[in-house]
């Protein structure tokens, strides 16, 4: 499986990569914050199961509703709903928003599968913003690839790392009539030029599966600054009805929807990781720093260093040809192009336009080494993860082949 998920689009020789794959640290508990599991959620837990309670719809001691509250803390102005998943997230807002079929989503390229394939479902076509040499979006390429048939534009804040133009391509879709939604779910609690990711457009969904920096083994959350978008997709995830007080209480309209509420099992969790977050990034950043300055001190490689805000998991930098190593390119489903069904359409955009050439020659000359986070499928072969002493980055770069 890990061989097959880093050989799918290979940039590394078939025979060197199998060798690097055998003598690879791949930990069967792989992710952040799910490494960190421990007493608080055990206590939290065992609360929720002692109550007899696991539904989530009795009152304001509801372990859901505390959770959603204390994350709208974090995310000032923000309305939060906890989901089964962030994939649902994205799917509820586009059933809100209800654009006409044959619309066009703007959005990245390198990301993940779920987002393509909740505008495919929806009945949108994406289209494909190109990334600078650091990754990033860049708020012209964004209005000039908008047209009369764009609906929204999605950011994705990918690696524990923000947008920096992303207050830019919010003014943007402001004057061309676009919504602007967020894609944060390997990024909760990162912010950009000081403001929480997530709360620049109309919403923004999150992750905690069990890869995340904040793990309750699968879930996520919606946010939205809007009360009545909100409300709209709340109404949608409990067939029509809306949580007020930590209870269900019909909506503004009964509307036809499903029943995607979460557990309090997994409310005990997250708030057992969100007495964790400070932790987490703490020791993200410790691990980052310590990661960075033996790839530039052994490697000799130049960085793709992140902005402030962020929480780095992984160390970026250009992979010299002397290096074994697989790229970005060769992560599987975080690139369209990977994707069976979405690559027919990525590869004609390819051929004419120029940028998002270049954006896919980049991710194929750029890797990733973990600095709190090691996953083979997402091309981070090695590195530390968030419990590895950070003397251990010596131990990794001698592991890597050099030509």
Same mark, same amino acid.
């Given at each position: ?31 952040? @914050?799910?490494? =960190? $599991?421990? !007493? #608080?959620? &055990? ?6 199961? +002692? /109550? %007899? ?78 990334l600078d040499d650091n990754l990033q979006l860049r708020a012209e390429d964004v209005r000039e690839r908008i047209t009369e048939r764009t609906r929204a534009v999605i ?21 061309? @009539?676009?919504? =602007? $939604?967020? !894609? #944060?779910? &390997? ?6 030029? +000081? /403001? %929480? ?39 949608l995830h409990d067939h029509g009805l809306v949580m007020k007080g930590g209870k269900r209480r019909p909506g503004a309209s009964i509307q036809p929807g499903m029943s ?113 986070f090691v996953d083979p499928y997402f091309a981070i072969a090695d590195g530390i993860d968030i419990t590895d002493d950070v003397s251990a980055v010596d131990d990794v ?7």
């Amino acid at each position: 499986m890990v061989r097959e998920a880093l050989c799918l689009r290979v940039r590394v020789p078939l025979r060197k990569l199998s060798r690097l794959i055998s003598r690879q640290r791949v930990s069967a508990a792989m992710g952040i @914050g799910n490494l =960190l $599991l421990g !007493d #608080i959620e &055990q206590l939290l837990t065992d609360r929720a199961i +002692g /109550r %007899r309670k696991l539904h989530r719809m009795f009152g304001a001691e509801s372990q859901c509703w505390i959770a959603e509250n204390e994350i709208q803390k974090m995310y000032p102005g923000t309305s939060c709903l906890l989901l089964p998943s962030a994939t649902v997230g994205l799917a509820l807002a586009l059933e809100a928003l209800d654009f006409e079929p044959g619309s066009e989503v703007l959005i990245s390229g390198f990301g993940w599968l779920s987002n393509w394939s909740c505008i495919h479902r929806a009945g949108l076509v994406a289209k494909f913003l190109p990334l600078d040499d650091n990754l990033q979006l860049r708020a012209e390429d964004v209005r000039e690839r908008i047209t009369e048939r764009t609906r929204a534009v999605i950011v994705t804040h990918l690696m524990g790392r923000g947008q920096q133009a992303v207050a830019d391509i919010a003014s943007i879709c402001a004057e061309r @009539g676009v919504v =602007l $939604l967020e !894609d #944060i779910a &390997q990024s909760f609690g990162v912010s950009v030029r +000081g /403001r %929480r990711a997530g709360t620049f457009g109309l919403a923004a969904w999150c992750s905690f599966n069990h890869h995340k920096l904040l793990s309750t083994g699968d879930g996520g959350c919606i946010l939205s600054t809007d009360p009545e978008f909100f409300a709209r997709m709340s109404g949608l995830h409990d067939h029509g009805l809306v949580m007020k007080g930590g209870k269900r209480r019909p909506g503004a309209s009964i509307q036809p929807g499903m029943s995607l509420r979460s557990s309090e099992v997994v409310g005990a969790v997250l708030r057992g990781q969100l007495a964790r977050f400070n932790l987490i990034r703490t020791k993200i950043l410790m691990q980052y720093d310590a990661m960075a300055q033996a790839c530039q001190r052994r490697l000799q490689v130049r960085l793709i260093d992140p902005n402030p805000g962020d929480l780095p998991f992984t160390v970026l930098f250009e992979r010299p040809d002397r290096l074994i190593y697989p790229t970005l390119v060769d992560s599987g489903w975080h690139v369209a192009s990977n994707v069976p069904w979405q690559r027919e359409s990525f590869e004609g955009a390819l051929a004419s336009d120029p940028a998002l050439a270049a954006t896919l020659t980049r991710i194929g000359s750029v890797s990733a080494l973990g600095s709190g986070f090691v996953d083979p499928y997402f091309a981070i072969a090695d590195g530390i993860d968030i419990t590895d002493d950070v003397s251990a980055v010596d131990d990794v770069l001698s592991r890597l082949e050099i030509n």
